[in-house]
């Protein structure tokens, strides 16, 4: 006897839908790191720090490209929510630029352990499975990696606050990761 294949729902998780999601969310989480630095960029005036960010949201705009072109090569659909990550990401990035420079690179720090921890899962998940894309993830972890340590270089952990910020805006990325994963 065979078994009936088991119903599935949107958002379960089939391992052919794996990578798709894969993609489908790092592609959200890249596009949400780019309105945030836009974000940040709308308010910080001249000086280091702002050009600590350009730094960070050129490479943002590359990772972005990047993943532009496989959800295009491997025709996955974008997440339903980029309208939503639009406007939540560049209002996180003005909301924590607002707060001071070093508020805005607590974001960063806060963003980017996030985003290192969620391809580091990913990477392991592929395995041996799709080398092409494991390289791109660990390439771009490494970026993120960096841009967490300018941040804190530039005194983010002395934000008043810090552990409040940091806490919320990791609780934020997390669900954004979620969320973007399924839908
Ligand atoms: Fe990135
Ligand atoms: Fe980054």
């Known amino acids: 006897m065979t078994a009936e294949p088991k119903p599935t729902l949107p958002g379960d998780a089939g391992p052919e839908s794996d990578v798709a999601a894969m993609i489908r969310v790092d592609h959200a989480g890249e596009y949400g790191a780019v309105r945030i630095y836009d974000g940040q960029l709308a308010v910080i005036g001249r000086g280091r720090v702002r050009d600590e960010i350009r730094r960070m949201a050129e490479q943002e705009q590359r990772h972005l490209a990047a993943f532009d072109e496989l959800v295009r090569a491997r025709q996955v659909r974008p997440t339903l929510l980029q309208p939503l990550w639009h406007v939540a990401g560049f209002a996180l990035g003005a909301a924590t630029a607002l707060l001071g420079e070093r ?13 290192d921890a969620h391809y580091r899962d990913q990477a392991e998940r592929l395995g041996q499975a799709d080398p092409a894309l494991r ?23 002395e934000t008043p606050g810090y552990e409040l910020i ?18």
């Open 135 to 157: 390289e791109t993830l660990e390439s771009f972890r490494a970026d993120e990696l960096r841009h967490r340590d300018a941040a804190l270089e530039h005194g983010a952990a």
């Open 103 to 115: 508020a805005a690179m607590a974001c960063t720090v806060a963003v980017e352990e996030v985003i």
């Open 166 to 183: 940091s806490a919320a805006i990791k609780a934020g990325s997390r669900l954004a990761i979620w969320l973007s994963t399924r839908l």
